[in-house]
């Protein structure tokens, strides 16, 4: 019935419903692989901001951001775009450079 209803016809349903669900799975282990490397990136943060000494308030008032904005960039809530990646790692002193060798020592 679902394949009917999906308006495709074929005389081996069952072949084609495996496929299906071998295309879900696989679609959901790559969203939970790309969801490991996204705590990986919120860790790195998280490590460098911890590692120069300051707190998410002293971040937030350097970008004029409220002190929630960093807590939902940390926990992954909130994502970043490139701009904004480089400007959080000028708040922490960071180079994006030295993030990005960071972040790909650990998401290996």
Do not use: H
């Amino acid at each position: 019935m679902l394949i009917a209803a999906m308006g495709v016809t074929t005389a081996r349903p069952n072949i084609l419903i495996w496929d299906i669900c071998t295309d879900i799975l696989l679609r959901s282990m790559r969203r939970r692989d790309l969801q490991t490397q996204y705590n990986s990136f919120c860790n790195v943060l998280r490590t460098f901001r911890r590692e120069k000494g300051l707190n998410q308030v002293d971040i937030a008032r350097k970008l004029r951001k409220p002190q929630s904005y960093i807590s939902k960039v940390e926990s992954g809530e909130r994502r970043l775009d490139f701009v904004e990646l480089a400007q959080l790692c000028n708040a922490m002193g960071i180079s994006i450079v030295d993030f990005s060798k960071a972040f790909d020592k650990l998401a290996k």
